[in-house]
């Protein structure tokens, strides 16, 4: 089973529109990171979020560990948002390693 | 500019061959780690380090060594590649509390 899982696996939007993206995990952590990546390019971190919501510009993420989910909406969504978001999960043996979801592809059209 | 640099961008190696990949950062980050990345699977641990001389197992780790030279340098050992081998591997570096989380271009390598 895989511990970490988002969705949708892929999204289309119109330029300007709002994205929802979802996550979910198998267990119960206490560090959710929200990372962003380019086809075949590095991985950028774009918010830590252990709980609660925190915001980075155009970027609002929602954790509510207790129910072991975390949300990314995106707002006034622009072309170079384009891209695949990753959500990542602490392993539950505290060692500082990442559990990754298989993340959703999003392509923002003109 | 704290970074994490991995070499080579790109590497075509034979079945049975040997591969090194190379990670250097520049963010005294103590934590250090090798993924592999495969459609279908998102990112997987391979191999993690605490710092110098210290290394730890990931999620798939067969067919992988690892070595930590030095606080800053991270390499991965394939010594009998195979091309279920084949992928993009990224390096990754982090902080105690993994709030920083910094990684690599990845190198794409490709087993024949």
């Known amino acids: 089973e895989q511990q970490v899982q988002q969705s949708p696996a892929s999204l289309v939007l119109q330029e300007a529109e709002n994205a929802e993206l979802q996550c979910s995990f198998s267990i119960f952590t206490n560090q959710v990171q929200w990372f962003y990546q380019r086809p075949g390019g590095r991985l950028v971190s774009l918010l830590y979020?252990?709980?609660g919501t925190k915001q980075s510009g155009r970027l609002t993420s929602t954790t509510v560990i207790k129910e072991r989910r975390s949300s990314l909406h995106i707002s006034s969504s622009q072309i170079t948002d384009s891209g695949t978001y990753l959500c990542a999960m602490e392993h539950s043996s505290g060692s500082w390693q990442l559990i990754f979801g298989s993340g959703t592809q999003l392509t923002v059209m003109p | 500019e704290a970074a994490v640099t991995q070499s080579p961008r790109n590497k075509v190696t034979v079945t049975g061959g040997n591969v090194t990949l190379s990670c250097r950062q520049t963010n005294s980050h103590n934590y250090m780690y090798w993924y592999r990345q495969d459609t279908g699977h998102g990112l997987r641990l391979i191999h993690y380090?605490?710092?110098?001389?210290?290394?730890q197992i990931g999620d798939v780790p067969d067919g992988y060594k690892a070595t930590r030279t030095t606080q800053e340098d991270f390499f991965l050992l394939l010594e009998l590649a195979s091309p279920s081998q084949t992928s993009l591997y990224f390096c990754a570096s982090s902080d105690t509390a993994n709030s920083d989380y910094t990684f690599g271009s990845g190198t794409r390598l490709l087993v024949i």
């Open positions: 380090s605490y710092g110098a001389g210290n290394l």
């Open positions: 979020n252990p709980s």
